[in-house]
């Protein structure tokens, strides 16, 4: 009687095992949007939703009065503008959303031709725990973007690029997986770097299921 009740128990015991690993392959809730939407504002130079309503295109000088003003913004650097090619970084404040990475800096590049103080705006980028499987497919499929192997980090960037043809910018939503890269990686990284820089983009996107491939083909060539 009390080896069919230990058998009993362990053969539930394997089916609750099974069953926690069948949900937990991928996420079954519908993606959420509503945190990535937050991201994206509007403001005197951006009439539809930018990151953080900054407009790649726009003066660098309009670009930082906006920044300056965010709520959610602290401790914005000041660019060095007798260079052609600028970075400006910043933390964030506390006031931010809890899925803002505050662990990481927020940066925003600007260029000018002629090396004075006309400088615009190029890219913005900040990093998020979203996570990159939900805004693949709330956002849905995309033709553009990227999967590479550093050879340094034995790691695969992967991105997924959204452009938009009314502001002429491009939304790069990306994160690194460490070798092997396994699908299951991809559905739980919660991760994301979002960036939106000038112009389309020509890559064409490779799906997360190629990854661990990739990190194959690289070790054994190595």
């Given at each position: 009687?009390?080896?069919?009740?230990?058998?009993?128990?362990a053969g539930l015991t394997l089916l609750f095992i099974l069953g926690i690993g069948g949900t937990r392959l991928s996420p079954?809730?519908?993606?959420?949007?509503?945190a990535f939407?937050?991201?994206?504002?509007?403001?005197?130079?951006?009439?539809?939703?930018?990151?953080?309503g900054i407009r790649a295109g726009m003066p660098l000088r309009e670009?930082?009065?906006i920044l300056r003003a965010n709520d959610w913004v602290n401790g914005v650097t000041n660019p060095n503008t007798f260079v052609a090619q600028t970075d400006v970084y910043w933390q964030w404040s506390g006031?931010?959303?809890?899925?803002?990475?505050?662990?990481?800096?927020?940066?925003?590049?600007?260029?000018?031709?002629?090396?004075?103080?006309?400088?615009?705006i190029?890219?913005?980028?900040?990093?998020?725990?979203?996570?990159?499987?939900?805004?693949?497919?709330g956002l849905g499929q995309t033709p553009n973007g990227s999967a590479f192997y550093l050879l340094r980090q034995d790691r695969i960037a992967y991105s997924a690029t959204y452009y938009d043809p009314r502001i002429k910018v491009r939304t790069t939503?990306?994160?690194?997986?460490?070798?092997?890269a396994r699908l299951l990686d991809y559905y739980w990284r919660d991760q994301?770097?979002?960036?939106?820089?000038?112009?389309?983009?020509?890559?064409?996107?490779?799906?997360?299921?190629?990854?661990?491939?990739?990190?194959?083909?690289?070790?054994?060539?190595?």
């Open positions: 009687m009390i080896d069919r009740l230990l058998k009993g128990a079954q809730t519908e993606p959420d949007l509503d939407q937050q991201l994206f504002q509007s403001s005197p130079g951006c009439e539809v939703h930018c990151l953080l670009a930082l009065d006031r931010q959303p809890e899925w803002i990475d505050d662990q990481v800096m927020g940066v925003m590049s600007a260029r000018s031709e002629t090396d004075d103080m006309g400088h615009y190029t890219g913005i980028t900040l990093t998020t725990h979203l996570r990159l499987y939900d805004l693949e497919r939503l990306s994160a690194l997986f460490p070798c092997p994301t770097q979002i960036t939106q820089n000038e112009g389309p983009t020509l890559q064409e996107y490779i799906p997360p299921q190629a990854m661990p491939g990739l990190c194959r083909s690289a070790h054994q060539g190595a």
